[in-house]
T-cell receptor, first 116, second 108 residues
Framework: DTAVSQTPKYLVTQMGNDKSIKCEQN?????MYWYKQDSKKFLKIMFS???????INETVPNRFSPKSPDKAHLNLHINSLELGDSAVYFC???????????????FGPGTRLLVL | RKEVEQDPGPFNVPEGATVAFNCTYS??????FFWYRQDCRKEPKLLMS???SGNEDGRFTAQLNRASQYISLLIRDSKLSDSATYLC?????????FGQGTELSVKP
């Protein structure tokens, strides 16, 4: 009965490859997010979707493309992977759109990406 | 200047100690405030929201000073299980901005 799940948990790949990370939430939430946590532990938002519509798009290289087939799923595709993409990627979800003051975000377990 | 700044860690304290974490934020228009906890190699989890009037949840007390743009978290009677990284989080225009986190290690 995992609330927010991500696959794969670990991903080791070569520079230049294309890879995808999948996220699913069974909480019935309307809003989903992708975050990146780098080696210095800073957690930064990348994208947010509300009911399959993109509402937050931070300054992220266009090699990163999120896709939301339905409101329970938010996948992240990364083209032409670079060394600097190595990080932990967290998916999250919340009931309300981000502008609601007290919304709580629930995080997935993370995907540890290592680009060689 | 970072948008959310926290005390550098790590904090190493004995069981039973009281420990305080501080956090400052740069955007005075920030709307809401939280403390999240992140265990080693795990995802962040909400610990508590922070209100201007101050709020308490068991051994944990959070305070917010909007005038000083300052947030604090006090943990009383530390337990071994409190060992984790504590993240100060600010909602700015609908985006959660995370501090770097302060690592706490509670020793027997």
């Amino acid at each position: 009965d995992t609330a927010v799940s991500q696959t794969p948990k670990y991903l080791v790949t070569q520079m230049g490859n294309d890879k995808s990370i999948k996220c699913e939430q069974n909480l019935g939430h309307d809003t989903m997010y992708w975050y990146k946590q780098d080696s210095k532990k800073f957690l930064k938002i990348m994208f947010s979707y509300n009911n399959k519509e993109l509402i937050i798009n931070e300054t992220v290289p266009n090699r990163f493309s999120p896709k939301s087939p339905d409101k329970a799923h938010l996948n992240l595709h990364i083209n032409s992977l670079e060394l600097g993409d190595s990080a932990v990627y967290f998916c999250a979800s919340s009931q309300d759109p981000p502008r609601q003051k007290e919304e709580t975000q629930y995080f997935g377990p993370g995907t540890r990406l290592l680009v060689l | 200047r970072k948008e959310v700044e926290q005390d550098p860690g790590p904090f190493n304290v004995p069981e039973g100690a009281t420990v305080a974490f501080n956090c400052t934020y740069s955007n005075s228009a920030s709307q809401s405030f939280f403390w999240y906890r992140q265990d080693c190699r795990k995802e962040p989890k909400l610990l508590m929201s922070v209100y201007s009037s101050g709020n308490e949840d068991g051994r944990f007390t959070a305070q917010l000073n909007r005038a000083s743009q300052y947030i604090s978290l006090l943990i009383r009677d530390s337990k071994l299980s409190d060992s984790a990284t504590y993240l100060c989080v600010v909602n700015q225009g609908g985006k959660l901005i995370f501090g770097q986190g302060t690592e706490l290690s509670v020793k027997p």
